[in-house]
């Protein structure tokens, strides 16, 4: 059939997963398309997610640090909050990074298809033009003919059936354009994207709800290190309701009131001036016509793919959150570029050993590898090593010292198979822990590698000193 467009490679979606995968595949030599239904290149990660809620986070950590010096003799007034501004300097920082994209697939000689695509066979893919800031269609159309694709189209928020639609009930989207602080908000889901905006609502002065169906917040971290969060961020909370569920939404006049039932439910609707629904997000493999280039979708919406990032169509590769958890942008990264490169006939092939996670909340919270948690599990013998930043120098100048960091070794062979660290900068640190498991080391070697004093990054080296122990010694 006729294409308007001709491309060895087509990305659908530029989000991290999808602008990575074309940047690496015109690094490669192929001539590429990205197809993208919003305006601007950055996807999910960019536009409403990992960089907005990092700016916003910024500020909030510094207006909490500044409340902190009170104790060290020095006092600043309360701060005086103009919500415009603030989300002026965020709408700035994603405008930083997203001409930056558009620069970058610019240099790479890298179109841009603006709209919403479509399989039409397993070659083509047809577009409904988008245009303005959002995705109206134009009702132009175009077809674009492809040697091979790569499927980067992400994933969306989960809508919650029972949930009515009112301008007081938002997810994370919603939460990020800060509309106004409220005196009163509810959480509903106790995992990070939830509680990362929590902190910045109640920094900026709302006292939080949060209600989680499982036994814990922040779900898939050792509770060791979620413990230290805890009591470091109860006093931002009137309730944390666990093994609770919510059962009934009802917006009214005076607010939006919600019921609950479980273990923690308290009796009765409570009124809340701001709900934010963080219960997850859904891949959107059904919603791009992918049966009609005859890729397989999960019943949920998941592609299935190889170490290769293949479909079961081989010249069709799928990357970042639509090819399962976890869900995150440095995980799309990672299998853009094995997909670019086996598609430049390379012999590449997803094979990272670990993929860390991090809460940028404050304290901040940060695992890679095996947790305890699942070594109890699978019976595995580990030998935990902890250094307590309670003797750390520098966290003690920082007057931080709350947090700690462990490594988890195999107790056999003495390597390092998994870490966590809390307290400040925990995100910026555990890199050092995933190379660390990705070169197989040993207590020995972490533990041997001079680390620069005084920082907080040395307590990865002191705790692999104590190996099978808890230090307790100043660096
Ligand atoms: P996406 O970023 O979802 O990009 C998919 C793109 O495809 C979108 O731009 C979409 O418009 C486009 N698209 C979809 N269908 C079509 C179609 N049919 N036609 C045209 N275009 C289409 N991850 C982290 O690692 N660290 C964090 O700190 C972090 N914070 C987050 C905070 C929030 C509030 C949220 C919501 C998420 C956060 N994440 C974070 C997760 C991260 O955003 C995602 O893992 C990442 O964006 C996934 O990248 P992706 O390329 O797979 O998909």
Redesign the pocket.
Known sequence: GGADIECDMMV?????????AAFRSADLGLDTVV????AT??????????????ALLHNAAVIDEVKHLAANGIRFGDPEIDIDGLRGYKENVIAKLTTGLAGMAKARKVRVVR????FIDPHHIE?ELTDGPG?AVTGEKRVVRFKQAII??????VKLPFIPDDPRIVD??G??ELKAVPQKMLIIGGG??GL??GTVYSTLGARLDVVEMMDGLMQGADRDLVKVWEKMNVHRFDRIMLKTRTVGVEPREDGIWVSFEGEQAPEGPQRYDLVLV?AG?AP?GK???AENAGVTVSERGFIPVDKQMRTNVPHIFA????VGQ???????VHE?HVAAEVAAGHKAFFDARVIPG?A?TDPEVAWVGMTEEEARAQGVKLEKSVFPWAASGRAIANGRDEGFTKLLFDAQTHRIVGGGIVGTHAGDMIGEICLAIEMGCDHEDIGKTIHPHPTLGESIGMSAEVFGGVCTDLP
């Not at 290149?41 to 990092?54: E, Q």
């Not at 980067?152 to 928020?157: I, K, L, Q």
């Open positions: 659908l979606g530029g989000g991290p997963g999808g602008y990575s197809v993208e239904r919003f290149l950055g996807g999910v990660c960019l536009n409403v997610g990992c960089i907005p809620s990092k709209g919403i695509g479509r577009v995705k980067a189209a992400g994933s969306r928020v994370s989207t939460a990020l990070i994207i990362e905006m963080a997000r959107n919603l791009i016509g990357i970042g959150d639509l976890p869900m995150l942008a440095h995980k799309a853009a991090v940028y």
